[in-house]
């Protein structure tokens, strides 16, 4: 019988596990969704999005917020002109996130740039309360 090799996620070889607790972190928190150059954490009242931008003039990045998903996306243009050569260069970014369901709807997510970076910030709402239902004898 052929030994074939089956495609996994390099988290999932059994030879390279990490101990429980850490495993739990990482499921946690989803590192593995989490594109580079973004970081995103929360507290008790707010949910934050940074985005490392350098270079990219802030007039130039588009931020949607759609249906839980945070789109951002840009791009940098960068031209040369002297008397030997013309160089011109494009580059582009595209990042979407899913950010959890506890956000505030009624809000509107904050966004300023700052020295490269961009930050986000969403309010979330405050935490729902059980209602206690009363039963009634017929």
Known sequence: MP?????????TFPTL????VMEDLLEETRLD??????????????FY??????GIDPKKIEVTFDNGILHVS?????????KKYYRKATSSFSYRVSVP???????????????????????KTAPSKPKKIEVKTV
């Open 3 to 11: 030994n074939g090799l089956i495609p996994r996620n390099f988290w």
């Open 17 to 20: 596990r990490m101990p429980s």
């Open 33 to 46: 969704t989490i594109p580079s150059g973004l970081s995103v954490s929360e507290d008790n009242k707010n």
């Open 49 to 54: 999005i940074d985005a490392a931008l350098p």
């Open 74 to 82: 840009g791009e940098a243009k960068e031209e040369e002109k002297e």
């Open 101 to 123: 369901t506890d956000v505030n709807p009624k809000t509107t997510p904050e966004a300023t740039y700052k020295d490269g970076m961009m930050h986000i910030v969403f309010k």
